[in-house]
């Protein structure tokens, strides 16, 4: 009952508050929406946590279909936060964040103190092709509101998508600064398991497995297969064209149906962002990337596959 109040309580206050200058309004906003989240995250028992456009989505699909064939759960229900341990109690919850709000509730900007003691599978996708679908994202399917609550680009702004990658709100920069706090507090918050989208598109079966592992869930190879099979780009574009999960809003149902790039399962390529710009513009982003991430995820120009294969972080996540 109190996540419904929560619930009601974001929805309802800054529209009561409408009176109050546009800035003051938005931080309410974020307070209220941080207040959520800081509840679920007490009370949950896993966390996946990733910066927009980082494959979420997809592993939302994969779990939410190995714990439906696990405790047979409809097959139209993606998990939320409680939804499937509270029709079976031996379900774990899930708090699925972006990181946007907890900070705004908390103070911690500086640290992941807020998920300290919490087992946290962190998803993570090369910044450019993270920056790129954040783009996408921001033209074809984010609500006007959350634009202005996020501090993007306003809506009916036209923005070159070289601009936008580029700046402060959405593009590289912000994508860097995620991953590097994330890197920073890693061995702080504990049970931190790195999980490259690249690699989870390279071995889905591999790597959900060492994911439920994680978990403690010890999946059977029966299951695995299934959830892979229902969480495939083709079956979770078809599933989006039919709308098979209305029932959870617009987190999978696309923008405008004629528009390809509205659509939440988009081209789910590994790379695909070399495709936009041109040399002098890639070797633009490049300098940002090479001069500001850390290394350890394998996403710079001198580390190796090898190198994000096993680094320290997944070495500490798996002891």
């Avoid at 409809?74 to 939320?80: H, K, M, R, V």
């Avoid at 190879?221 to 599933?239: D, G, K, L």
Wanted: contains cysteine.
């Amino acid at each position: 009952m109190s996540y419904l109040l929560d619930r009601a309580l974001r929805e309802l206050l800054p529209r009561l508050c409408f009176f109050l200058p546009t800035k003051r309004r938005i931080a309410l906003d974020r307070w209220v929406r941080g207040r959520e989240e800081h509840r679920k995250l007490r009370n949950t028992d896993f966390v996946i946590a990733s910066f927009g456009k980082s494959g979420r989505t997809w592993m939302r699909i994969l779990l939410s279909r190995f714990f439906q064939l696990r405790f047979g759960m409809p097959e139209q229900t993606l998990i939320g936060f409680d939804n499937f341990h509270r029709k079976d109690a031996a379900a774990p919850r899930f708090f699925f964040t972006h990181d946007n709000y907890l900070k705004d509730y908390s103070g911690n900007t500086d640290s992941k103190a807020d998920f300290y003691g919490k087992k946290v599978v962190l998803l993570v996708r090369n910044p450019y092709d993270t920056a790129v679908s954040q783009y996408f994202q921001w033209k074809h399917r984010m609500r006007p509101v959350k634009k202005l609550l996020n501090g993007y680009p306003p809506h009916g702004d036209e923005v070159a998508l070289f601009d936008f990658v580029m700046g402060a709100f959405g593009g590289l920069p912000t994508v860097v600064d995620f991953l590097n706090l994330w890197l920073r507090e890693a061995e702080a918050v504990g049970e931190v398991l790195i999980v490259r989208y690249e690699d989870l598109r390279a071995d889905t079966a591999g790597e959900l497995t060492r994911v439920l592992n994680f978990m403690e869930q010890a999946p059977n190879a029966e299951e695995v297969a299934e959830a892979v099979r229902f969480a495939s780009v083709e079956n979770m574009r078809n599933m989006e064209q039919k709308k098979v999960f209305w029932l959870d809003g617009r987190r999978m149902t696309p923008g405008d149906k004629n528009e390809p790039n509205s659509f939440k399962v988009r081209r789910a390529k590994v790379g695909g962002y070399r495709d936009y710009f041109s040399e002098e513009q890639l070797a633009e982003m490049e300098a940002l990337v090479e001069s500001r991430l850390l290394p350890g995820l394998g996403y710079l120009k001198h580390e190796t596959a090898g190198d994000a294969e096993e680094p320290a972080l997944r070495q500490r996540a798996t002891a």
